[in-house]
């Protein structure tokens, strides 16, 4: 019952309800297809993503005689870790392992220590110089970083570096610092300047604002900036094959055993799941600061 | 509590020379602190990036002797690989790079469909983005291979018995293809992540609008989407460009020596202690990275106005 | 003592040419609410934060309690500010935010207790004590920032529009409420807005600023009744003052104000020089309009009438020029008809059209 028209409607014990408008609610055929048509896209397009991992871990999980075998069954006969653990025990695996984990970590907090500075720098002052700075990081970007292993290798021989773990966690931090700063500074954007000032105007020094307030809230960003950092490294092949001879990290040992020996195939599958069994976790962990990370763009 | 205060007091003191400037310790540091936060990545930068950049040149065109050449280059040339690795490099970049954009897009735009489990499709096809070129290599080396799942569903299947070395020196379109594909599946999700970015910035009054004035969802796509993430695109594809001018691992996961690239070509001459040759192939990436990036600058160009900024 | 002396205050920005601040020199007294009005860019808030210490002023002073504070941080200013966000914590409870001041000084936690309560409650915000930011309204997220800084007893109280971010009714509310609070604790307060109306239903005193100067500070009914300069007037009030330019005519012994062809015989600021070229401003509601002329009357012509409620507001226009005039609701008037408008003598105000300030004759040889 309305009053549209300005008169007072008297009250009528029987309201006429105009019926449900359902004929645009309703899908047509054509809606419902189009629809579905949407859905199978986007299915399809997971089972490209998807399949070839799934392949990849069964293979990883076959009898080494079943990876030699012809045809190859879609769906694995049988289990066993008797691939993965050949693999695990190869030469050097383990070791290297360890020095990815290690040149990660290290990787993860000198590309913070001197990133985030910066990015909170960009974020929080405008000063004389700042955009151009901010340029300059984008435009790092517009070189190849594959050539700076080689200059650096040479200058690591001469720094006493060459062949270790420091080198290579140094190299990779100059690869992701330009992509650290943009990204914690766009996260530093996220947290109002206001709050730190009010921290400021209640008895905090600056650091202690920093502290107190800005940290606990730029906290996740900076997690997901730490394991994007960390996935960077942990993928990264050239400049780690090409800065280390014996203290390999995990993709350049892999790379070396491949190129330079020739590594057999149960090698090479096991190999490949090792590698890519972390992105899951390191996506999954990042999803939701995908665009922060990946999708920067230039304003 | 409050007097009447003499209205003009603020007017009249305007005539007096303005007092001194303040200085103090405390002040000048704050007004310091923007910049020494940026010192430490400066200087990184510089000893990490800026120097061996310029190193990398020196190396090319210097011997060890001390002597300024240009033997490195014209030996680089003369490589038997070398026509191989720049021809492969740019069909690589040719074929992918558009199938990377067509796919990235269409998949952005099945996302802006508020499909249900889309976030599960987001997570799906952003797990490349994490995956090492090396890692998708040998993925589809065990797809590709010659007793890989490939040749394996074609004999189940009975389409084709005898099995077939898609990733042999011989079959080159088909070791073309695979590489393609790996590359495809491992960098899409990056112009994937930059295109849904862009399409989110999109405000939804647009695509309101347009839908009142009658276009349809394509002229929605054509007219009103895919105009306003130009910049996006123009973005990734720089990136994209200079990133695959480096592909180097997926390549020697899949087809060993049998596909030089102009990466791994500088990684051989490296491992053959040949620093200066290697410099020079890092070199020549470098220029051509760089002519790319100004080309697409120039040619994708997108005025300020037309973005309505 | 909360007293603020602010003196000769310059403040620049960037490599901009115009100065922030120019030239500000303002004492509020001690437990006096200063309101600083002027439209957005005009410098109010860039005061605010000098005084806070958020800005370093490039040249002059800033005293509170007579204390010169202008290069000690904000920490040491026993200040609280007001923010227009609000800027409450949100990884903190609402206990936390407001209690947070007292935990930076290491106050003992039964003293922190007892404060943050009794200032909760003093804001009506003790039931959500327990609650994160995220989980309440606007309205109480701004209680929580005055409670927090109420509760550090500063000697100034800091304010940047702490209402605009509430909707039209809340902060009808809010304004009666905080006027009452601030009553009640007597702390010297200096609060920033650029609505006119908050100015004026609140502050003891109004500094309103144009172009980054103070150009009039007085208690409400001055600024209103006697603005300083064209520009005070067209600012305040709704609708804002009316201004007329004319000449000075002085013939046969009777001065007028000749606006283009008509002459408005009024009172005119005494030994004004024939000639002269003067601005006249009156507000709608010192213009009396009758349908029938009357003597000293000037005719216009009526363009708009908008019912108000508890008025009618016209616009007339005279000559070239449209006037706000307002009238008793039952005033029968169409759009188009000729009105006859008489102008209160007493409540003209002069001011000179090149500089906009107030025309202040020379003083007469007498």
């Known amino acids: ?299 | ?309 | 003592m909360g007293e603020i002396r602010i003196q000769n205050v310059w403040k620049y920005f960037g490599k901009a040419k115009v100065p922030a601040l120019k030239d500000v020199t303002l004492t509020i007294q001690d437990r006096e609410f200063m309101v600083l009005l002027g439209p957005s860019g005009c410098g109010k808030t860039t005061l605010l934060r000098c005084i806070a210490g958020l800005e370093y002023p490039e040249r002059g002073r800033i005293f509170i309690g007579g204390r010169d504070v202008t290069d000690e941080p904000p920490r040491k200013r026993t200040i609280a500010m007001v923010f227009q966000s609000y800027a409450v914590f949100p990884h903190l409870t609402v206990f936390e935010n407001i209690a947070f001041g007292l935990r930076m000084q290491k106050r003992p936690n039964e003293e922190v207790k007892q404060r943050v309560i009794k200032a909760a409650d003093l804001m009506r915000i003790g039931a959500y004590l327990e609650r994160y930011p995220a989980q309440l309204s606007g309205g109480q997220r701004q209680r929580v920032a005055v409670a927090r800084g109420l509760v550090m007893e500063p000697q100034v109280l800091l304010m940047d529009e702490p209402l605009s971010n509430l909707d039209a009714l809340l902060r009808l509310q809010a304004r009666a409420e905080l006027k009452r609070l601030l009553q009640e604790v007597q702390t010297t307060t200096v609060y920033v807005t650029h609505d006119q109306i908050e100015a004026l239903s609140m502050g003891d005193r109004i500094a309103v600023m144009e172009n980054g100067a103070i150009i009039q500070a007085d208690i409400p009914s001055q600024v209103y009744e006697h603005p300083s300069s064209h520009f005070v007037g067209g600012f305040i009030g709704t609708p804002p003052m009316n201004f007329m330019r004319g000449t000075i005519s002085r013939t046969n012994g009777t001065a007028a104000l000749a606006v283009g062809n008509q002459f408005i015989h009024a009172a005119l600021p005494a030994n004004a020089p024939a000639g002269q070229e003067l601005l006249m401003g009156i507000r709608a509601e010192n213009i009396e309009a009758s349908l029938q002329p009357v003597p000293d009357a000037i005719p216009g012509q009526v363009l708009v009438v908008e019912p108000l409620g508890s008025h009618l507001l016209l616009t007339v226009e005279v000559g070239e020029t449209p006037l706000k005039v307002q009238t008793r609701v039952d005033f029968a008037v169409q759009p188009n008809q000729t009105v006859y408008l008489r102008l209160d003598p007493k409540q003209l105000r002069w001011f000179d059209p090149e500089t906009g300030l107030r025309y202040e004759p020379e003083p007469s040889p007498l």
């Open chain 2, 1 to 309: 509590m409050a007097t009447p205060q003499v209205t003009g007091d603020a007017l009249a003191s305007n005539m007096l020379a303005p007092p001194a400037a303040n200085r103090s310790f405390a002040r000048s540091r704050e007004r310091a602190l923007p910049f020494l936060l940026l010192v430490p990545s400066a200087l990184f930068l510089v000893i990490f990036f800026a120097v061996p950049m310029v190193q990398a040149l020196i190396l090319s065109i210097h011997s060890p002797d001390g002597a300024w050449t240009l033997q490195y280059f014209e030996r680089m040339v003369r490589d038997v690989n070398f026509t191989d690795a720049v021809r492969n490099t740019f069909l690589i970049i040719l074929v992918a790079i558009p199938l990377q954009f067509l796919f990235a897009i269409v998949m952005g735009l099945l996302l802006q469909n508020k499909l249900r489990g889309s976030s599960l499709f987001l997570y799906f096809w952003a797990i490349p983005l994490a995956v090492s070129d090396l890692a998708a290599g040998l993925v589809w080396l065990a797809i590709f291979g010659d007793r890989g799942f490939v040749n394996s569903f074609l004999r189940t299947t009975g389409i084709a018995p005898i099995a077939f070395s898609w990733l042999s020196y011989e079959n080159y379109g088909t070791l073309l293809m695979a590489v393609v594909i790996a590359e495809v599946w491992r960098a899409t999700a990056i112009v994937m992540v930059i295109v849904v970015a862009g399409l989110q910035l999109i405000p939804p009054d647009y695509m309101e609008a347009a839908e009142v004035f009658g276009a349809s969802r394509w002229q929605r796509i054509w007219h009103v989407q895919l105009p306003l993430i130009r910049p996006s695109l123009q973005v990734a594809l720089i990136l994209r460009t200079i990133l695959a001018f480096q592909v180097f691992a997926v390549v020697i996961a899949l087809a060993g020596r049998a596909m030089p690239v102009l990466a791994s070509e500088a990684y051989n001459r490296y491992g053959e202690l040949n620093p200066n040759g290697a410099a020079a192939y890092a070199f020549l990436i470098l220029t051509i990275s760089l002519i790319t990036t100004i080309v697409y600058l120039i040619v994708l160009r997108t005025s300020e106005e037309e973005m309505g900024q």
């Open chain 1, 1 to 299: 019952m309305s009053a549209k028209t300005g008169t007072i409607n008297p009250p009528r014990s029987t309201v006429d309800v105009p019926p449900l408008n359902t004929a645009a609610n309703k899908p047509t055929l054509a809606k419902t297809l189009g629809r579905l048509g949407l859905y199978v896209a986007a299915i399809a397009i997971s089972m490209f993503f998807l399949c070839p991992i799934y392949l990849i871990t069964i293979s990883a999980f076959s009898p080494q005689k079943e990876i030699f075998a012809y045809p190859k069954a879609l769906i694995p006969q049988s289990l066993t870790a008797e691939t993965v653990l050949f693999f695990w025990n190869a030469t050097g695996v383990q070791a290297s392992l360890v020095n990815s984990v290690i040149v990660g970590t290290l990787t993860v907090i000198f590309a913070l220590l001197v990133g985030a500075p910066a990015g909170y720098s960009l974020a929080r002052f405008i000063f004389r110089g700042r955009d151009s700075y901010k340029l300059l990081i984008l435009t790092t970007r517009a070189f190849p970083i594959v050539i700076l292993s080689i200059p650096l290798a040479v200058n690591y021989i001469s720094w006493n570096m060459y062949d270790t773990l420091w080198g290579v966690a140094f190299a990779h931090t100059a690869m992701a610092l330009p992509t650290t700063i943009l990204v914690t500074a766009s996260i530093f954007i996220g947290v109002p300047r206001e709050l730190e000032e009010a921290a400021q105007t209640l008895g905090c020094n600056r650091a202690l604002a920093f502290i107190k307030v800005a940290m606990p809230l730029a906290l996740p960003g900076l997690a997901a900036a730490a394991i994007f950092t960390f996935a960077l490294s942990w993928n990264e092949t050239f400049a780690a094959t090409i800065l280390t001879q014996r203290n390999r990290t995990l993709p350049a040992l892999i790379l070396s055993q491949i190129a330079d020996v020739g590594a057999p195939l149960p090698y090479r599958f096991a190999a490949g799941f090792f590698l890519i069994a972390p992105s899951l976790l390191f996506i999954f962990i990042m999803r939701r600061y995908l665009f922060g990370m990946w999708g920067q763009v230039v304003k």
